[in-house]
């Protein structure tokens, strides 16, 4: 079964225009908190030009797109959206700045995160329940990633499923890159979450244009209307 970060990203490698929100069931929904504001987002802006030279074969995120998946929830129905953006307040009671740590994500180890370590056990404790109760009123369907939450920020994908040796060497040398740069001041990735945070439904692009954003936030189809 495909990992919730590769279902995702496989979105990262079309190359058609999109637009920049949406009000359908067309794409993969999830909640998440936008992160392209952090310290890590401002730090993965001033890097990215460095990185997609150094490591052209990968995919890289764009910092539009970065992001800390809340709930994966994946095919969706519009006339569900009601319920489904209760997961935008699936956030920390009080206010945690959570550290990086880098990390190898995926079922065939083709993702490069920045795990975010620090999360309050009662914050983690409800998206699981809130997992669960999804499944249970079938708003979605059940993974293998059920059951647990740990916060990350996606940075580079593997183009190949399953990645090639050279895939998996320059995930290697990117990851060993990246915690380099972390190893500096690790302040400079942290990721400042909150009750205030502004979670949001997204969902991913059926295609988009090359260097444009992979994900389109969600909007109520009433919320449109003149």
Excluded: N
């Amino acid at each position: 079964m495909r990992s919730r970060a590769a279902t995702l990203a496989l979105v990262l490698l079309l190359a058609l225009p999109g637009g920049t929100t949406a009000a359908s069931g067309s794409g993969l929904l999830f909640a998440a908190i936008p992160c392209a504001e952090t310290p890590l987002g401002r730090s993965w802006e001033a890097l990215r030009d460095e990185a997609a030279r150094r490591f052209p074969t990968l995919a890289l995120t764009e910092v539009e797109d970065l992001h800390l998946t809340l709930v994966y929830v994946g095919a969706w129905r519009p006339d569900d959206l009601a319920p489904l953006r209760e997961l935008t307040r699936l956030l920390p009671g009080e206010a945690v700045t959570l550290t990086p740590e880098v990390a190898t994500f995926g079922v065939r180890a083709e993702a490069v995160v920045i795990e975010l370590l620090g999360a309050p056990p009662a914050w983690k404790e409800a998206v699981v329940a809130a997992q669960a109760d999804l499944v249970r009123r079938e708003l979605k369907a059940p993974d293998r990633w059920d059951g647990s939450f740990r916060p990350h920020v996606t940075l580079a994908l593997a183009r190949h499923r399953p990645p090639t040796g050279a895939d998996r060497r320059a995930l290697r040398a990117f990851g060993a890159w990246l915690a380099r740069k972390i190893a500096a001041d690790p302040s400079r990735f942290a990721v400042p979450v909150g009750p205030d945070s502004p979670a949001a439904l997204w969902q991913t692009r059926a295609a988009r244009a090359s260097g444009t954003p992979a994900f389109a936030a969600v909007e109520a189809p009433e919320a449109a209307a003149p």
